[in-house]
């Protein structure tokens, strides 16, 4: 968002600052003609009695192609949407794209380190990574509190509540099996 | 007197011990999750719910209920303490509890909200108690026509109307219509929009895409524009047992029964949310106000904070009437406690007070519970509730995605399902970004099999005639309520600007004298 908004509902943006808006606004029309193009396989039972499994889909295809043209009109015409606002949100400043990609990152991470080293490794790295990314004050304390949430949460909800969550390297410890 | 004993019944459960303590855990989770901005009780319930799958269903009802309520409680605390600067007015009702507490009464403004809720809750619980069976019973007489009007209703005022943008809040119940779609078809086992995948068949799961939008979604956006600093809370001064004023209790006890009466109606159809109530309360405080206390309207009166409160509470009771008898879910945590109930294989619907009359009793009864919980814990506890606001961002959201990774790996436990959170979480973050809604799509993801289902059934007995669908005169009537529903919509949202743009102005004097 390059433009602060002026009023509700009646933004305008320069071309350039639109072009998110636009893609989003496309996506939302590919998706109603892909359940057109894809709804066109769904097999059809003779023996069915009612409407189909078919008809259900084709209605919220039309309703996804009708509200996506309509937001590429608008989103063309100038009039785009409000941004979220919140508590924790700066107006004032430009989108930390980097900081999105850390957190994606991060994220990631902890997808491929829960089978091999376990869900209370996999989460201490993931809560380390995104409070740094985040700008925390110190990474040792980041680590510390990582560390100690994930083996709570491990204890409380593998060991008591029996969770099945993989205790990776700590496999064994009592308490942490899942 | 039958609905009395059954509640009696329902205190009797709710009573025992160990119910009494999920109910105190849920309230407090509630509040704390409340009072943190960026967590909502919707995320809350959708990220307890793969992790409490070991309770039994009566104790993991009570505490989704008790998150539920504090929520509410939580979040006015936020709005009267946090101190962030250049908020735009679109929360019109949050702007007088805030200036309550620049000006030094914020501890008043606290204690009008907490004791506001308590009545509010109270009385819109006990209306609940009254309201709900009779719904019900009439419930059970309606067929499928009537169903899919009702719902359609629900689409179009949830989609349509809650929102700032008509097509963004239809674009997104779309959205979640389509991936309802995804997976098996119920009636006749064909597969849809699975392009082959084994993994797709088995349908998304509503919890991960719950969990996806709210949690990560919401942590993604706030990374993108974080304000970073210290968080700056507005100081509470003096013991809480002191502080409502004599003239603070004459000035608020009448907002709070008006608060009550437009909230808890405006709860029950279908138009509901919180916000709609919030905002006409807020209005009539304005308007009835006179002399010197008009004045301080925009600067902090007192009435300001004690009507939209209580109308906030009641209007939470009230969308359990719709919730629990028709099972239409009208805001987003409302959605998230339908799917608790479809997780323990109970539908909420016509049906729900004959065959589960133990379980909606007990709820009902800790509804009483927990109010009183609140109201006991709330204002003792603020200064907990002040530390836990201060925490410092980085650890919540990161905090905020490990307990999102770890709901999501729950589902199935596999990693799999993570990486479609992350997908989905991808998702949550350009809708905020370009304004789109979220609760749309989660509703119309929870109610699109449903729908279908009763348009099936309906087009099926009128045998494929679509003029079947308004010929009912019950459904002829809905949708007749809906175009006024709609009009109404229309007036509000132009008052709702007009008064927008005079606190702007208001603010903005304020800045440069």
Redesign the interface.
Known sequence: MTAQPTAPGDSRTALSGRVGELLFAAAVLSLGVTGFLAGAGIQTPPSASDIGPRAFPYLVSTLLVIVGTALIVQVMRGRTGDAEEGEDIDPTVRTDWAALAKLAGFLILHIFLIEPLGWPVAAAVLFFGVSWALGAASWIRSLVIGVVLALILQVGFAGLLGVSLPAGILEGVPFLNG | MDNFIHLMEGFAVAAQPVYLLYALGGVLIGTAVGVL??IGPAMTVALLM??T??LDPTAAIIVFAGIYYGGMYGGST?SIL?N?P???A?IVTALEGNRMAKAGRGAAALATAAIGSFIAGTLATIALTFVAPYVAEFAVQIGPVEYVALMVVAFLTVGALLG??V??G??S???G??VA?VGV?Q??A????T?GSAFLADGVDVVLVAVGLFA?GE??????????GPVEVIPVTGRWNTWMRREDWSRSWKPWLRGTAIGFPVGTIPAGGADVATFLSYASERKLAKGRRKAQFGKGAIEGVAGPEAANNAAAAGVLVPLLTLGIPTTATAAMMLVAFQRYQIQPGPLLFESESALVWALIASLYVGNLMLLVLNLPLVGIWVKILQI????L???I??FA??GA??VN?T?VD??L??LI??LG??M?????PIAPLVVGLIL?PIF?NQ???S??ISQ?DPLALVQSPIAAGIYASLVVIFGLSIWMRRRQ?AL??TAVAADEREVTA
């Open positions: 901005p960026g793969p992790i799958y070991s936020t946090l962030t250049g908020e735009s679109s700032a943008s097509l963004r239809l674009a119940l779309g959205i219509l389509f779609v078809d009636l006749t064909q597969q849809r929009y392009f990560v942590a993604f956006y706030v990374a993108s524009r974080l304000r970073h410092p961002r980085p650890y959201y990161a905090g995605l490990v990774a770890l790996y729950s436990f990693s993570v990486v959170l992350l979480g991808v973050f350009f905020r970004r370009y304004g789109y699109g279908e348009l099936r059934r087009l099926a494929g600007r927008a743009a």
